[in-house]
């Protein structure tokens, strides 16, 4: 089996690379590539879409990046491949980002990425640091984890989803922050899985097993 971490140059992949090639030889769940190469993209068993930045620059990154695009696109859409989106790599899965212009996304989970808006002007935006994770739906992206578990986040916008069953976890930040979205073959995790210790090493390990 091989897994594909898309770089399109928007964000260090280096811990994301660390700790899925770590989890894959602990659970002997095949290899895993940092690839900018179309054809590596295309003939993977499953993607992982890091994303660090704003949401405009990253979607130009990657629909600049014409072939992975492209081969991404065709892996999810038409073949069904499991695919995992990190951070921002989460938010273009959405219908439309709001973050200083309204730029298209995916649309593979509808719903807009907007500002963070904490009901208590304490709370400081970006939300960065931990925070316990509220499970809404079953999935088995949260095998052995439950809620209370807590995970590292950086980021100023979120994802509101038009669809409650597609978001299947959130925290609490002055209201509900989504923290993992997910339909069919699709996952998006808001934080990063890479720092979260050991909540985030077990979720990528159930990626890396899942079959959806």
């Known amino acids: 089996m091989l897994t594909a971490i898309i770089d399109y140059e928007s964000g260090n992949l280096h811990s994301a690379e660390k700790a899925f090639q770590r989890m894959a030889q602990e659970l002997d769940a095949g290899t895993v590539v940092v690839t900018s ?7 993977a068993d499953r993607l992982v ?4 930045g704003a949401f405009p620059a990253c979607a130009a990154e990657l629909r600049g990046h014409k072939g992975i695009y ?50 208590d002007p304490a709370l400081k935006v970006p939300h960065m640091g931990w925070n316990d994770l509220v499970i ?50 699709m996952i998006g995790m808001q934080f990063h899985p890479e720092k979260s210790q050991d909540v985030g090493l077990r979720m990528i390990g159930n990626f890396l097993n899942w079959a959806p």
């Open 37 to 43: 190469d179309a054809d590596v993209v295309a003939k």
């Open 49 to 52: 879409l890091p994303g660090d």
């Open 70 to 119: 492209d081969a991404m696109i065709e892996a999810v859409e038409q073949k069904g491949r499991p695919f995992l989106g990190i951070c921002v790599g989460m938010q273009l899965m959405a219908t439309t980002g709001h973050e200083y212009s309204d730029t298209a996304g995916l649309d593979w989970v509808g719903g807009d990425v907007v500002k963070i808006t904490p009901s």
């Open 136 to 185: 809404d739906h079953p999935h088995p992206i949260f095998d052995g984890i439950s809620s209370g578990d807590h995970t590292y986040f950086v980021h100023s916008y979120h994802f509101r989803v038009k669809t409650d069953a597609e978001r299947l976890a959130h925290v609490d930040y002055g209201g509900d922050v989504t923290a993992v979205i997910g339909r069919d073959t």
